[in-house]
């Protein structure tokens, strides 16, 4: 896999913690980054597949037994007893 270097600017706090997790985690900075970029964009992907699977089914609608034909009238359905 080809690798890029980059350049981050981060708070001091925030690295001081980073490089605490990730020696306790027997990691680098830069895996410990990676892991935690993959895991955000893989979640990211998954939510958008099962959006668009959603909205597909919805678009498709659900069949409900009546073949598209309700036999009950609306006033029928909303009668107060």
Same mark, same amino acid.
């Given at each position: 896999?080809?690798? +890029?270097?980059?350049? %981050?600017?981060?708070?001091?706090? %925030?690295? @001081?913690?980073?490089?605490?997790?990730?020696?306790?985690?027997?990691?680098?900075?830069? +895996?410990?980054?990676?892991?935690?970029?993959?895991?955000?964009?893989?979640?990211?992907?998954?939510?958008?597949?099962?959006?668009?699977? +959603? %909205?597909? %089914?919805? @678009? +498709? =609608?659900?069949?409900? =037994?009546? @073949? =598209?034909?309700?036999?009950?009238?609306?006033?029928?359905?909303?009668?107060?007893?």
């Amino acid at each position: 896999m080809e690798r +890029q270097n980059i350049t %981050l600017a981060l708070p001091k706090s %925030l690295l @001081k913690k980073a490089k605490s997790v990730a020696a306790s985690e027997d990691k680098s900075i830069s +895996q410990l980054l990676k892991e935690t970029l993959e895991k955000r964009l893989r979640t990211e992907t998954n939510f958008k597949s099962a959006k668009r699977r +959603q %909205l597909a %089914l919805m @678009k +498709q =609608g659900f069949d409900l =037994g009546t @073949k =598209g034909h309700i036999k009950a009238t609306r006033e029928a359905l909303h009668e107060r007893r």
